[in-house]
C-alpha cells in the first residue's frame, strides 16, 4: 500500500468536508434519534424499544422509488449505506492515513433521513488504515450482518448484496480519486487506488465483478432498472434493462 503521511484524526474529521455528500461523516454533539445506532438496526429480531429502523429504511426508499417489490428497495438501501461507509472509510484513510472506529455500537443512523444515509459517530477513536483493519471495520462490521438481515427479511441475494458492496467501493474510490486529482493531491489519489486494490482480493469482494484502477463492471445486477423509469447502472452486468426476466442474476 502506497504509505501516507500519518495524520491523527481530529474529532470533527474536517478533512472530509471538501468532499461533501457521502463522505462527510457528523460526529459530537447530539444525535439525531440517540437511541438508533447501526448495532440495533442490524439486529433480529426486531426490538420492541427502539422500533424496526431497518424496516423503516427500506419503506422509505420503496416510496421515493415507487418500488414494486420491497426487495428492490432493500437492495438500493443496502448499496446507499455500503457506499457511506465506504467513503468515510476511503476518504479518512487517503487524507489522514487512518480511519475512524466504525463500530455499529458508535455510530448513530436516522432511517428516516433523506440521501445520502444521515450517520452520526459518537466518538471518533482512531484506527490504523491497512486493508485488514478496512475490512474488519466494513466488510465485517457493518455489511455481513446488514446483508444477513436482508437476505432474510426480504430474500435479497447474497450475491446481489456483495456486488452492492463492490459497486459502492468502487464509486467511492472513483469519487475519492477525482476530487484528489483536481487538487493536486496526487499522494491521497495514489493511496486510495492501492488501498481499494487490495480490498478487492478479499474473499467477500473478490468474486464481485473486475476492478481495474477506477473503473469496475459488476457480475451482478442492484435491481435498480425495475423501478419506473429506472435503468441500468454504468457498472452493471447488463449493457440494457431486461425485458422479460423476472428476476435479475444474483451473481
Known amino acids: 500500500m502506497v504509505l501516507l503521511l500519518f495524520v491523527d484524526l481530529d474529532p470533527d474529521l474536517a478533512a472530509l468536508r471538501p468532499l461533501g455528500g457521502f463522505f462527510v461523516l457528523r460526529t459530537g454533539g447530539e444525535a439525531v434519534r440517540p437511541s438508533a445506532t447501526l448495532a440495533q438496526a442490524y439486529a433480529e429480531p426486531v426490538s420492541e424499544a427502539h422500533g424496526d ?110 456486488g452492492n458492496a463492490g ?21 491521497a489519489a495514489a493511496g486510495a487506488r492501492t488501498l481499494t486494490a487490495e480490498l478487492f482480493t478479499h474473499p467477500l469482494l473478490a468474486g464481485t465483478g473486475t476492478f481495474t484502477a477506477t473503473a469496475f463492471r459488476r457480475r451482478s445486477c442492484c435491481l435498480y432498472y425495475r423501478v419506473p423509469g429506472g435503468g441500468v447502472c454504468g457498472d452493471c452486468c447488463f449493457t440494457r434493462a431486461p425485458r422479460s426476466s423476472p428476476r435479475a442474476p444474483s451473481g
Open 53 to 162: 429502523d431497518l424496516g423503516l429504511r427500506v419503506r422509505k426508499v420503496a416510496d421515493t422509488l415507487r418500488a414494486p417489490e420491497l426487495r428492490i428497495a432493500a437492495s438500493v438501501a443496502q448499496q446507499g449505506l455500503a457506499a457511506r461507509l465506504w467513503s468515510v472509510t476511503l476518504g479518512c484513510a487517503a487524507l489522514y492515513g487512518r480511519i475512524p472506529d466504525l463500530a455499529p455500537r458508535l455510530l448513530h443512523w436516522d432511517p428516516d433521513g433523506s440521501a445520502p444515509d444521515d450517520l452520526w459517530l459518537a466518538e471518533v477513536r482512531s484506527l490504523p488504515a491497512d486493508p485488514a483493519t478496512v475490512a474488519d471495520a466494513v466488510l465485517h462490521g457493518h455489511l455481513e450482518p446488514l446483508n444477513a438481515v436482508l437476505g432474510a427479511r426480504y430474500r435479497v441475494a447474497a450475491g446481489l448484496l456483495w
Open 167 to 187: 459497486s459502492a467501493l468502487a464509486g467511492a474510490a472513483r469519487q475519492l480519486d477525482r476530487w484528489a486529482r483536481a487538487g493536486g493531491r496526487t499522494d
